[in-house]
């Protein structure tokens, strides 16, 4: 539902954020504009992307060439997915991000036939305030990726080859497994056979690599390709729809900025993407760098170093300190949603839970929250809380009141009917029931519910660095998207120490306020 | 205040279909022992729950105490009915001398007085001073009820109601309590409202008995008078299997 065309939009992707934010503040201290010309020439133009390389590429290319035009430019790169993306564009979030036709038309927009047709995509982006700029020149369709020596071996180059085919194995990412437009449409096209199985698109190329699988859908300009020597089987009945790239763009961009990204087009056609995103997949140059490099071969800029370009070199290094900051960054997220969920969801808990229906009503509102993917919930609160920190600690408030209200409801509702009448015959007012019984004995039920949002909340934060929101998701993306061990260990290694530390924290506080018997849930015979 | 601790006049309470105390008219006399003795299901826990208002019956008035039992107002009611139940229903999250101090320092009492009220209660109730700051799960059975006890008491309630306090404990430990029960009585008989199944129970520690069969009053009166004249067989029946 995602996204048509955004493979790596359920990794937990997204990372560029605050290395952007680094590279746009260099930018503003070094850059010196061509001369400004109009004052609507004066607002900031926030250029976004996906999580993808290519799509980042795309976006720093664009970037680059309005920075050449003298305008500021506020770097948004790695939002997770299509939804996102559009909602920002839409919302006047962000100002111009690269959009693939064919997703366009089905994710988007929703046509079923015609998915390509240049006109319905113009008067659609219209109708919501947005104009497409013409095509950069490449169509990065689907495509069936098979190492060159088998496809050598066995004689395949179309995709009708495959269906004699029937001791391959097949694996392909999520989306285009389940895609009706993926391999359900293709296989029945195709009559091809077999039962593939699901795989995260980042490992896809590794296992193929390792001869674990033979075929997986890539995409044609992957720069991958080229690094794992992969060929790709041609759509010999063009199933695939077309993918051309284009700048998506508000309506209210100023004038002279749509004039030089219009130079753009037509610039790039399907073997000089491929090069590009190899240069940063397989050579680990900088976004900036190849960016900068290609405008420059192109006789597009204006000449002079492209700000931000030798600062992102530096961070392409750091570690240490970047995981401090990530670190802190993913702490606090956490934090401030726990406490939000803390602050809502016990006294909500004490509230209801004397009635029954009020409980369940309650706790399967809270249920229904959950239920929410993810993703889906974050692209959601883009409209009413916008990018960045907000909407991720929203969103992870959202999910920490589950288990924080079911936890304080049926912590209360179950203790011992007999202590609870006690309490009452004895002559204790409602309030000194519930402060002097019921919660000191619900405690260590309630705590192990915080406890437990606690950890989710560590867990899911990593899909805030999808809003721009940061955390140790940035590098844990990135690394997926670059295929770099290395930097999805300095996101996944804090994020596990994190969730150990909590825990033992939260041991302690269970200790400090909790009667040792207490945990070992001994009551009196 | 009239010569009666409780006084029941046409109390009814069902629960859906299922009369629970029928049209029931009672009055239990003060300072002194009334045993409500009765099988499971006769109405006797309910009965209870009633005088101290944790059960609202549909019909009747109860009066406790000289004065008809103020719903809105049943906590300061309450503190005047000291309160034991079977299997002690102490807090597990306090110590020994918390849960009888729980209700006095809810009143604002000084801590010099419940220290004092304490050591006195312990004595009585023969508890040693070691198992003071003991949460529950680290005391036997038997303490654990004279603790109970003592939580009844600490107030030193006009009225104590004890719901089959004893029933749970072991033979040995229900007859040390007992002995001491009575010894209470004797030293400062107070109104004592005690369920119970066990009729051997009510002859050893009550003055008045009241048996309870099917939510009514077979039989009421003073002890002597119920032995010497039980009545119907059914009260008949009770003695003797309670021999």
């Not at chain 2, 801590?111 to 070691?130: F, G, T, V």
Request: charged share 20%; aromatic share 6%.
């Amino acid at each position: 539902m995602m996204a048509a065309r955004n493979r790596y939009g359920f990794v937990h992707a997204w990372a560029l954020l605050r290395r952007a934010m680094i590279v746009s503040i260099v930018a503003l201290l070094t850059t010196t504009p061509a001369a400004v010309a109009a004052s609507e020439d004066d607002r900031t133009i926030v250029v976004a992307s996906k999580t993808f390389t290519e799509s980042r590429l795309l976006a720093e290319i664009m970037s680059q060439m309005l920075e050449d035009a003298g305008f500021t430019v506020e770097r948004r790169f790695g939002l997770g997915g299509t939804l996102v993306c559009f909602e920002a564009l839409k919302g006047a979030e962000i100002d111009v991000y690269p959009e693939y036709t064919g997703t366009l038309g089905q994710a988007i927009l929703g046509f079923t036939e015609d998915v390509t047709n240049p006109r319905k995509l113009a008067a659609g982006a219209h109708a919501n305030g947005l104009n497409l700029l013409p095509s950069f020149g490449f169509n990065n369709t689907y495509a069936m990726a098979i190492k060159e020596s088998l496809a050598e071996e066995r004689g395949l180059r179309t995709v009708t080859d495959l269906a004699a085919q029937s001791d391959l194995t097949l694996a392909f990412s999520h989306e285009f497994l389940n895609r009706e437009d993926g391999w359900p449409g293709l296989s029945a096209t195709y009559g091809l056979k077999g039962s593939p199985s699901g795989i995260e698109h980042g490992l896809a190329y590794l296992a193929i690599d390792q001869d674990r699988i033979d075929i997986t859908d890539a995409y044609s300009t992957d720069g991958d390709l080229g690094r794992y020597q992969l060929t790709v089987l041609d759509d010999d009945k063009g199933y695939f729809p077309q993918y051309l790239a284009v700048p998506f763009v508000r309506q209210d961009l100023p004038y002279r900025a749509i004039v030089q990204l219009e130079r753009l087009a037509a610039r790039i056609d399907d073997g000089t993407m491929r090069r590009l995103n190899g240069e940063i997949v397989i050579d680990e140059k900088t976004f900036a760098d190849v960016a900068r490099n290609f405008l420059q071969s192109q006789s597009l800029l204006g000449g002079g170093l492209a700000p931000g370009s030798l600062r992102e070199a530096a961070v392409r290094k750091v570690n240490w300190q970047a995981m401090g900051v990530n670190t802190l960054v993913h702490l606090k997220l956490t934090a401030f949603a726990l406490a939000l969920g803390c602050v809502v969801g016990l006294p909500l808990g004490v509230l209801v839970f004397r009635s029954q229906s009020a409980s369940r009503v309650v706790v399967y509102l809270a249920g229904l929250l959950q239920t929410v993917p993810s993703l889906a919930l974050l692209a959601l609160m883009i409209p009413l809380s916008g990018l960045g920190e907000r909407s991720a600690i929203i969103a992870l408030f959202l999910y920490s009141l589950l288990p924080i209200l079911r936890s304080t409801i049926t912590a209360l509702v179950t203790i011992d009917p007999l202590l609870k009448r006690v309490a009452e015959a004895i002559g204790l007012t409602r309030s000194q029931q519930l402060w002097r019984v019921l919660v000191p004995l619900a405690m260590p039920n309630v705590l192990a519910g915080v406890k437990t949002a606690a950890i989710i909340s560590i867990g899911t934060a990593t899909l805030a660095a999808f809003v721009g929101a940061g955390g140790l998701g940035e590098p844990i993306i990135t690394g997926l998207n670059l295929n770099d061990i290395s930097l999805i260990l300095q996101g996944a290694i804090p994020a596990a120490g994190l969730a150990v530390t909590v825990e033992l924290m939260f041991e302690g506080v269970e200790r400090l306020v909790v009667k040792e018997h207490m945990l070992r849930g001994q009551m009196p015979a | 205040m009239s010569g009666f601790c409780v006084e029941f006049r046409g109390v009814s309470k069902s629960y859906g279909d299922t009369v629970v105390l029928r049209d029931l008219d009672l009055a239990l006399p003060v300072d002194a022992t009334t045993a409500v003795v009765g099988e499971s299901g006769s109405g006797k826990s309910t009965l209870m729950q009633v005088i101290n208002g944790l059960v609202r019956p549909e019909a009747g008035v109860v009066s406790v105490l000289g004065a008809a039992l103020d719903y809105d107002d049943l906590p300061r009611t309450r503190r005047r009915m000291g309160y034991a139940v079977q299997g002690a229903g102490l807090f597990p999250h306090l110590t020994a001398v918390d849960n009888i101090a729980l209700v006095a320092s809810m009143e604002g009492w000084s801590r010099s007085r419940i220290d004092d009220r304490l050591i006195e209660l312990m004595a009585l109730l023969e508890l040693p001073e070691d198992l003071a700051a003991r949460y529950p799960h680290a005391l036997s059975g038997g303490q654990q009820q004279r603790v109970s006890l003592c939580r009844a008491m600490m107030l030193d309630p006009p009225l104590m109601l004890l719901d089959e306090p004893f029933s749970a404990l072991d033979p040995i430990t229900r007859a040390a309590i007992h002995d001491e029960f009575i010894k209470l009585q004797q030293v400062a008989a107070r109104s004592v409202v005690m369920v119970t199944h066990d009729m051997s129970e009510a002859v050893k520690l009550a003055q008045h008995l009241v048996i309870l069969k099917d939510g009514e009053v077979v039989r009421e009166g003073a002890l002597d008078a119920v032995m010497s004249d039980p009545g119907n067989e059914y009260v008949t029946r009770l003695f003797e299997v309670s021999r």
